[in-house]
């Protein structure tokens, strides 16, 4: 539409603009006419800019959902070294006693042949899921933020909820 044309409504719209475009009833990129300034038609421009295929502006922090979602399921898998260490602080270091040879002792009240069998598998599954899950924090809550240019603050501060999934298979159980 042009500068003193009628518009939809019938009217003449006497803006003194060339509307590119409209985007929902808005005028999208103003052209100012009747002599105006170079400078003022570009900042108008900038000021009114709501094209479909302008970059969006994305928040600096990310949001914290990221950090939180990405923490919780990694709580998953670390429910398994999680629940080991369960086992050994509940299960094992009760104990009176800390080998096979410690049964034969008289007086022993809380001593379990089953627990002293199983404590050495437990402990290197302990060490091996450990190990892994420690490294896919690290990757998760430090070396992917760092590579995308955000600070880890955020992943490093949702690292606490890992914890949360065993935490609620525990209360359920």
């Known amino acids: 539409m042009r500068a003193n044309e009628p518009d939809a409504s019938g009217g003449a719209s006497g803006s003194g603009m060339i509307v590119v475009g409209e985007s929902g009833g808005r005028r999208v990129a103003p052209i100012l006419l009747e002599g105006r300034q170079e400078h003022e038609r570009s900042v108008t421009m900038t000021a009114h800019r709501t094209d479909a295929n302008a970059p969006r502006e994305r928040r600096a922090g990310g949001g914290l959902w990221g ?28 104990m009176d006693c800390g080998s096979v040879e410690d049964l ?32 896919s924090v690290v990757v998760i809550d430090v070396v992917l933020p760092l590579r995308r240019g955000r600070r880890p603050a955020a992943w490093l501060g949702a690292a606490a909820l890992i914890p949360v999934p065993f935490a609620v298979c525990l209360l359920l159980a």
């Open 104 to 135: 034969a002792r008289p007086g022993l009240a809380n001593c379990n042949h089953t627990t002293l069998d199983h404590a050495f598998p437990v402990m290197l599954l302990l060490a091996v899921t450990g190990v892994f899950v420690l490294a």
């Open 67 to 94: 950090p939180v979602l990405a923490n919780l399921g990694l709580g998953v898998p670390a429910s398994v070294p999680l629940y080991l260490a369960w086992w050994l602080l509940t299960e094992y270091v009760p």
